[in-house]
Structure formats: structure tokens, C-alpha cells
């Protein structure tokens, strides 16, 4: 069952370009029953080991500009490690937790739906200091979540910056390693990571993100990436109502 979970989010993010913490997370909290601080610690690695080839790909392109990539990490390193102590801190606080991994999912959801969907809306360039904020708020939740570094570091980007698109997405996936690097590894630390479901999420993930390269190529990648938002803004609701009842 494990590795099937790990082959379909990896087709899913293939296909979709929804980040790997925000799909894995709620499907180990929902179907597997998993204690959240290791359903979150583990997404986190997952999510790292599953964007290094494309982070790689994109880096030898040259499509990662530095410059913001420092920034992103300067603001967005120290927020995930107080996210993920937090998380261990409130993890017997599962009600709560819930809560707020569904209004992230559900954020990051929206979040894509904007940019799918908004393709006319000029950025403002931000000042640094903006940019190293906005991404201190996603390390925070990331570390506590491990959903939001794709979805709202590509957000941020977008609208702060000039990157051109490619540039959005190479510098946002090396963004999201150096979060889902600090924040997996101290969830690690804290012995909230299950080895044997990582192994098993990633041999399913390298399957599913070979099928998803080449179904890429024949398959509208628009109307499954709307489906999926929608299925995660299910998904996020649900979690939320899980949490409050």
C-alpha cells in the first residue's frame, strides 16, 4: 500500500506540479492513520529525496537565480527549524495540529488555483526585506505542515519577483530542498520520521516519477492539476473538520 501511495503522489506532482508535502501529508494522515508529527517529519524527506533530480535538471539549465534563492533560504531556514520544533512541542495536541495542517493544505490549494487560473496580473517587485518575510512565514508552516514551499514559494515569486517562469520553478524547488532538508532532518532528529515508510514511499516515488515524466508528455496536464486542487481542497476541509469535532 505504501509504495502504491508513493508511485501515485509522484505521478500526481509529475503531472500536476503540486508540491510533494502538501499531497503526502494528508494522505498519511487520512488513509494510513500515521501520528502527525512523523506523518509530516516523513512527507518532509519524501517530498526532499522526490525534487532533487528536478532541482539538478534546472540547476544546469541555469534556471535558479542565486540572489533570491539566498534570501528565500535566509528567511525560510530558521522558520522551518522553529516549525518543526513546534510541531514536536503541540504533537500531543492532535486536534489542534490537524487544523492547522487542513488550513494549509487548503491555502496551498487556493493558492494554485490563483496562478492557474490568474495568467493577466503584472508582479511588484519586492524589496528584500518582503522577500525574506514572506519566506519566514512558508519555512514556518512547511516545518509544521511540510505543505507550502511549491505552492506558496512559487506565489511569492511570481508576484515579487521578475523571474522569468522557469526561473520561478528552479529557484523555488532548490527553496523547497534546503527547507524540506533542515525541517526533515530535525523532525529526524526528534524521531519523527518512520524509515521503513520513507523506503517504501520512495521506491514507489521513483516509479511513479518516471510514469509521470512520460505521461507528461501525453496527457493536459490543465484539467488534472484542477482536479487535484479541488481534491486537496476536499482533502484540507476535511482534515480541518477532523480537528474540530
Known sequence: MEIL????IAVAIGLSGVGGGTLTA???LLFLDV?????????????FFAKIPAGLVYLRQGQVD???LGLLL??????????SLALGALKSQRELVLVVIGATVLLCALANLYLTFRKDFRPKVLRPVWLVLGAAFIGLEMGFSSAGAGALGTLLLLSGTRLGPKAVVGTDI?????LGLVGGGLHAALGQVDP??????????????LTGALLAQ????????VGLLFWLIFVGSHLVLKGVR
Open 5 to 8: 501511495i508513493g508511485f501515485l
Open 26 to 28: 494528508p494522505v498519511l
Open 35 to 47: 501520528p502527525v508529527e512523523v506523518a509530516v517529519g516523513t512527507a518532509l524527506l519524501y517530498a
Open 66 to 68: 542565486r540572489r533570491t
Open 74 to 83: 535566509l528567511g525560510g531556514i530558521p522558520a522551518a527549524a522553529v516549525g
Open 174 to 178: 532548490w527553496f523547497g530542498l534546503g
Open 196 to 209: 521503513t515508510l520513507l523506503l517504501k514511499l520512495g521506491l514507489g516515488g521513483l516509479l511513479g516519477s
Open 218 to 225: 501525453h496527457v493536459a496536464q490543465r484539467p488534472f492539476r
